[in-house]
């Protein structure tokens, strides 16, 4: 069962324009979401993160926003740019009280940001 | 310079072959971490260790093992290696404990990909 879903697996958006990314969680358990940023023949790396307990998150270009009650969260980026395009990864982090850690993502979604 | 190296980052093999992939950090990280990645199913955790000589198992452990003889090396070994396992394997790293900020983040290496033949 797939408890971090994007169902969108390519996204195309102009350059300038808001690039929206969505992701849904089915777990109810999950203290923090991240979302990471992935270029061809590289690692993922780090793009931001919001709290359970928040419901907005901003960094510069990039914006997190979470709707518990709809199990939803969404990565806005304003405005988009060539050089955003790649795989966006939507996880979430669980912990547990023996000190366990453990995170989940999504399946990614391709973005390419058309010059 | 942080850093999480793994070796090799290509390599082509045949079905039954012991290989190890190798991974370092230098970060002093207790969390590491291996992941997979294939088309359409995005990351998917294989083995993971607290700390060292404590492993435990992922979502998708079966044929792979792993050792945390040491805290900078988490090492991934295939000791007979499937066509199914050809793949993207990332190996990834992080302190241990909660941020306060929710930056929670695993630091990744830069992939290695494996095809078994």
């Known amino acids: 069962d797939q408890q971090v879903k994007q169902n969108s697996p390519s996204l195309s958006v102009q350059e300038g324009r808001i690039s929206i990314l969505n992701c849904d969680y089915t777990?109810?358990?999950?203290?923090?979401f991240l979302w990471y940023k992935k270029y061809p023949a590289e690692g993922p790396t780090f793009l931001i993160s919001?709290?359970?307990?928040?419901d907005k998150n901003e960094d510069g270009r990039f914006t997190v926003f979470l709707n518990k009650s709809a199990k939803h969260l969404s990565l806005h980026i304003v405005p988009s740019q060539p050089g955003d395009s790649a795989v966006y990864f939507c996880?979430?982090?669980?912990?547990?009280?023996?000190?366990?850690?453990?995170?989940?993502f999504g399946k990614g979604t391709k973005l390419s940001v058309i010059p | 310079e942080a850093q999480v190296t793994q070796n090799p980052r290509y390599l082509i093999t045949v079905t039954g072959k012991k290989l190890t992939v190798t991974c370092s950090q230098n970060?002093?990280?207790?969390?590491m971490s291996w992941y997979r990645q294939d088309p359409g199913l995005g990351l998917r955790q294989i083995y993971y260790?607290?700390?060292?000589?404590?492993?435990d198992k992922g979502d998708v452990p079966e044929g792979y093992k792993v050792s945390r003889k040491e805290k900078r090396n988490f090492p991934l070994i295939l000791e007979s290696p499937s066509p199914n396992q050809t793949s993207l394997y990332f190996c990834?790293?992080?302190?241990?404990?909660?941020?306060?900020?929710?930056?929670?983040?695993?630091?990744f290496g830069p992939g290695t990909r494996l095809t078994v033949l």
């Open positions: 990834a790293t992080k302190k241990w404990g909660q941020a306060p900020d929710g930056a929670d983040t695993q630091y």
């Open positions: 260790s607290m700390n060292v000589e404590v492993t």
């Open positions: 996880a979430a982090i669980a912990y547990s009280g023996a000190g366990s850690y453990q995170l989940t």
């Open positions: 919001i709290s359970s307990i928040k």
């Open positions: 970060m002093n990280h207790e969390y």
């Open positions: 777990n109810s358990m999950f203290d923090y």
